[in-house]
């Protein structure tokens, strides 16, 4: 079990789902751009976050090249600084 440390928000990414599936493959564009932003879920938050403590399993919208990947052994994690949380969607 992974718990952030200073100030770090441990997240999933959310992946969109596809609206309709084509049967022909077609290469992704190379000048596709990616968005600024992505949304995820909040999964733990370190005990020094001063602005998060109970909305974890809340969907966050978050600055996307922020997003840090970290690898220990066959486990992944995405874990990002509560400073570069953008908004909280509400309604959950």
């Known amino acids: 079990m992974f718990i952030p440390i200073n100030r770090y928000l441990l997240v999933e990414s959310l992946k969109e789902e596809e609206v309709s599936k084509s049967p022909i493959l077609l290469p992704e564009s ?3 751009s990616l968005s600024p932003h992505s949304v995820v879920k909040l999964l733990a938050v370190s005990p ?5 403590n109970g909305e974890i399993g809340h969907t966050l919208v978050v600055n996307s090249n922020m997003i840090e990947n970290i690898k220990v052994g066959a486990d992944e994690y995405e874990v990002i600084l509560e400073n570069h949380v953008v ?6």
Not at 87 to 92: D, F, M, R, T, V
């Open 48 to 52: 020094d976050c001063d602005k998060f």
């Open 87 to 92: 908004g909280l969607i509400s309604g959950e």
């Open 30 to 32: 190379p000048t596709k």
